[in-house]
């Protein structure tokens, strides 16, 4: 029998547990019969989180002389911490109090009041035998570095940037592109207000380019990232760009002489050429070019060198190499962003076959005027404007064959390109949509702007897009049949034009990305929030924030949110100097490890590595999330883990196992209680 | 390579041509077909719409026979509808054991025993292009067709048996395309390749049958195709033989001859037309196939576009 002294506290959470559990029946027997377990006080209170449910744990534990607490309430992610700081100003070591689910694990998912009562019960009892064997623990204290790092030069990564910078600390900017600006950068107008996108853009990328805080490491990758919240080690590798900035002016000689025209698919994504050696648009950030070597007639075929016979400064290199070097920052930004929906791979709407089928992001830049056409809206030949253009909604979206998800900027971006097509062209306009999505503030007012100029809105998903005309007035036109499910007819509008609003894509490479920081992707591939709506840019893992469209479809005020706000959660961060890490980790028992590494690869943290000269796993501390998946793993148990050491949880199980719970008919008697 | 062979009752009536057909050209690629003995009609597209557990068990016979008579269990059906039935009825049968039961009750009664997975059914265009292969058949090239303008159709069934493993793409597949062009002729991008030929409207509704099969005949001939070529005899046969109603019921006066794949592969090897039943259909190929060149024709250099022209999206996919 245990010495400790032990108090259970049995919450209603009002309805929510009173409503199938008998509470006050859980907490007199809790009283009654752990009394022999070290249970010397049990009490149950409406709402156990309240001031007042807390008081009454601090006064017992201060006038009763209690040495461990267990709560029965709801799941240990929302109140753990409330209860474990309550045990604190009592006095009591938080780590000794237990939080027992009997909301979540017993209310929400039964029925039967016999059975979940008792099964209630079980679960405290679970609790006390656990509780007993826990130890007092303390926090690691880590210290902050004030360096951040953000991945990802678009709007979210910018705004990020600025913020900290602003703030006074230093930030690494990652991009993998020549230029910062992301896929703002690419549109014309934005939506609902038709700012021009540069126009509000360009001064954010300006001010990035020289700020004194920010290190803006462009045409760069990170390669690798060691170490933990406040103090990681990150290896980025610096692209060649074959331009020495140091003597670059960004004149543009070199680009105007080159004699090599490729399309550009990124930046004009695939509607307009540049040179192989380029800037991506006039006010890219920082101003130097780079070479293509895939492209570059002198990394081809030996011969050329026009930009380096043209260059003013002498600052073409081609013999420079990539530079990998690595910095120390203390957290991490991923604002990585998406790619769009690749429109090929729905045949039928005959994208790559169709010439005048356009996707959104070519769309875009068919109305930027700094763009292929200077802003005019023509077709493929360059030159005929349209007299109708069709839009289709949720390509690649709201699609089980593709993807599930709403891709939330398609309605909004549609509309927009629906009101540039009346304005640039008078073309007639039919939108094809499945259902208007026109949330958010002055959104809904502009789809009624754009419905008062005429253009026309077809309910129905698109079935084709053909070049074969069956009636007459189709010829040379493209047509596109949909079943309008207002009137409820099928019909073909042939229109001169069609533009795809593709969807919204995580990164191609967005899983390997996330692996290398140590987080998760959702089975869609964006990356996962530590909590969906209260945790929304922090992950699983301290120290790596997630911002913009890489955690979810969004838009650009949604996107710049995101950015501010996780630079706020930075900057509190740096703001305290160090941090305390939950000391809930895992550690290797040196002298049972077998030196196999199983568990090496299994952590998602990355905190595991392998002693070579002892030919032990160790784990580092600061990065062990205490998840517990090495412990359960390891073939010698050579793994513990503080707070769930296998005496832990078997005494835990045992506790279970003292009543039965069910017997297949929901009533339990007394005569089935397995004495304690 | 051995088969097991399912022809189907088309191949014994009206589509005896594409049976001749490829069975014309199976030896020159090493292909061997052994005709299922005693095989029953799979129920087209009718019995399934009616009753579909007697559809089940009338297909799964088939099935069956094909397990006890061929060791290798690999089956091949030149029929469109014949492949999907084959296929439909293999897979419920795997994924409902209910089914399989109940159709083996009835199978029972004629003393045969089907184990749902054991026969694997292919369409004929499918042993031919991925079991031998494109490369191989380039070789048997004696006759390339140069100059002859070919609008592939495939019609709707075989690509869109959505249960399985996708059969090339099924909004627009191209399998037969390059078929074609291995052949050495020239392929028209037939928009309407894999829409549907009408199957048995003909007796149901003719105002609906005319006006599909007249869409196919319109597009193709928009497109300046010399003819069409199919893998199915429901749609050679729609377009072929109602090909003079359409004409009546429209006031058009489209000649499209429509030919089985195998055909024009016989034509190609340097097979004789009778020997590959060509002169059976109603609208006469000869005139379309005399038009076949002897020597490639000059290919015209594709002209650059103009300067103003925007680019054409790449093949490849984004990132």
């Known amino acids: ?676 | 390579m051995k088969y097991g062979y399912y022809p189907g009752c088309s191949l014994e009536r009206n589509a005896k041509a594409y049976h001749q057909s490829a069975m014309a050209v199976a030896p020159l690629l090493g292909l061997e077909f052994v005709e299922v003995e005693d095989w029953n009609c799979c129920g087209a597209t009718e019995v399934i719409a009616v009753d579909q557990m007697a559809a089940y068990a009338l297909i799964a016979r088939n099935l069956a026979l094909a397990a006890e008579q061929n060791g290798n269990g690999h089956l091949v059906a030149p029929c469109s509808a014949c492949f999907l039935n084959l296929s439909k009825a293999d897979h419920y049968m795997i994924e409902s054991p209910e089914l399989a039961e109940k159709v083996n009750t009835a199978l029972a009664a004629g003393d045969l025993h089907y184990e749902p997975g054991t026969v694997k059914t292919s369409h004929l265009l499918q042993v031919i292009t991925e079991a031998v292969g494109l490369e191989a058949i380039a070789e048997k090239v004696t006759k390339p067709l140069y100059g002859l303008r070919v609008a592939p159709y495939y019609g709707c069934l075989i690509v869109r048996p959505g249960f399985e493993k996708k059969y090339d793409d099924y909004e627009y597949p191209t399998v037969l395309d390059d078929l074609m062009k291995t052949l050495g002729s020239e392929v028209v991008d037939f928009p309407l390749k894999a829409h549907c030929c009408g199957g048995h409207m003909t007796q149901i509704s003719e105002p609906v049958a005319m006006e599909l099969i007249r869409r196919l005949l319109h597009n193709a001939a928009e497109y300046e195709a010399d003819l069409i070529v199919t893998l199915c005899p429901m749609c050679q046969f729609n377009l072929d033989a109602f090909q003079d109603n359409v004409n009546k019921y429209f006031g058009t006066d489209y000649h499209i001859p429509i030919l089985y794949f195998t055909q024009l592969m016989g034509l190609a090897f340097g097979l004789s037309p009778d020997e590959l039943g060509i002169g059976t259909e109603f609208v006469s190929a000869r005139p379309a196939l005399d038009k076949i060149l002897s020597e490639a024709p000059t290919k015209e250099k594709p002209k650059r576009p103009p300067k103003e022209a925007l680019p054409m999206p790449s093949l490849g996919g984004e990132g």
């Open chain 1, 1 to 676: 029998m245990t010495e400790e002294r032990i108090g259970v506290y049995v919450c209603h959470c009002g309805s929510n547990i009173a409503g199938v559990v008998d509470v006050e029946g859980v907490a007199e027997w809790a009283r009654e019969a752990l009394k022999d377990r070290g249970v010397v006080i049990a009490r149950d209170n409406k709402f156990m989180c309240s001031t007042l449910g807390q008081e009454l744990i601090e006064n017992d534990i201060e006038k009763e002389g209690l040495t461990r607490v267990v709560v029965a309430a709801c799941s240990p992610h929302l109140h753990e911490g409330t209860f474990r700081t309550a045990c604190q100003r009592a006095g009591l070591n938080p780590y000794l109090c237990e939080l027992v689910s009997i909301r979540e694990h017993v209310s929400w998912v039964h029925k039967d009041k016999a059975v979940a009562t008792q099964k209630a019960k079980a679960i405290i009892s679970g609790g006390v035998e656990r509780v007993a064997l826990h130890e007092p623990l303390e926090p690691l204290h880590v210290p902050i570095h004030s360096s951040t790092l953000i991945v990802g030069g678009g709007i979210a990564g910018i705004q990020a940037a600025l913020e900290i910078a602003d703030s006074g600390y230093p930030v690494y900017l990652v991009e993998r592109e020549p230029s910062i600006g992301g896929h703002m950068a690419q549109f014309d107008k934005t939506f609902p207000t038709l700012d021009c996108a540069a126009c509000i853009l360009t001064p954010k990328m300006a001010t990035v380019g020289s700020h004194p805080n920010i290190n803006l490491l462009t045409w760069s990758e990170v390669e690798q990232v060691d170490g933990y919240v406040g103090n990681f080690t990150v290896t980025i590798r610096k692209k060649a760009r074959y331009v020495n900035t140091d003597l670059c002016t960004g004149c543009g000689i070199c680009e105007e002489k080159c004699p090599k025209k490729v399309v550009d698919e990124v930046f004009e994504a695939g509607l307009g050429y540049r040179k192989a050696v380029y800037t991506p648009f006039p006010q890219a950030v920082p101003k130097y070019p780079v070479i293509d070597v895939d492209n570059c007639t002198y990394f081809e075929k030996g011969t050329c060198k026009a930009c380096e016979k043209f260059c003013p400064t002498g600052a073409i290199d081609f013999e420079q190499e990539d530079e990998v070097i690595q910095v120390e920052v203390g957290n991490i930004i991923l604002a990585t962003g998406f790619d769009l929906f690749d429109a090929r791979r729905i045949s039928q709407y005959g994208y790559g076959r169709l010439a005048n089928v356009f996707t959104s992001l070519e769309f875009e830049r068919m109305c930027n005027a700094a763009g292929p056409t200077n802003g005019e809206i023509v077709l493929r030949d360059g030159v005929t404007k349209p007299e109708s253009v069709a839009i289709i909604h949720c390509v690649g979206s709201r699609d089980k064959n593709y993807n599930n998800y709403c891709s939330v900027i398609c309605c909004m971006a549609s509309l927009k390109f629906a009101h540039l097509v009346e304005e640039r062209t008078g073309a007639e306009v039919y939108n094809f949509y499945i259902d208007m999505r026109t949330a958010f503030k002055d959104y809904d007012e502009f789809y009624q702007r754009v419905l008062e100029e005429g253009a026309h809105f077809v309910r129905g998903r698109v079935a084709e897009v053909t070049d074969a005309a069956r009636m007459p007035g189709e010829e040379g036109k493209l047509i596109v049949q949909a079943e309008d499910t207002l009137i409820g007819k099928q019909r073909r509008i042939p229109v001169d034009m069609v533009v795809l609003a593709a969807g919204l894509e995580p990164r191609h490479d967005s899983k390997e990305v996330a692996h290398k920081f140590g987080i998760s992707c959702s089975a869609n591939g964006w990356f996962i929030e530590k909590h969906p709506k209260l945790d929304p840019v922090a992950t699983m893992t301290e120290g790596i924030f997630i911002a913009g469209v890489a955690q979810g479809p969004k838009d650009i005020p949604a996107s710049v949110a995101q950015g501010a706000a996780a630079s706020a959660r930075v900057l509190g961060r740096i703001q305290q100097g160090e941090i305390a890490l939950e000391p809930v980790r895992a550690s290797v028992i040196e002298e049972r490890c077998s030196g196999c590494r199983i568990c090496n690869n299994l952590c998602p943290f990355n905190a595991i590595s392998f002693d070579e000269e002892k030919k032990v796993s160790v784990i580092n501390a600061a990065l062990c999330q205490g998840c517990g998946t090495c412990v359960a793993a390891c073939p010698s148990n050579a793994i513990t883990g503080t707070q769930f050491s296998n005496e832990q949880v078997l005494a835990q199980l045992n506790g279970l196992l003292m009543l039965n719970v069910a017997n297949g008919h929901g009533a339990v008697t007394e005569a089935e209680r397995v004495p304690a």
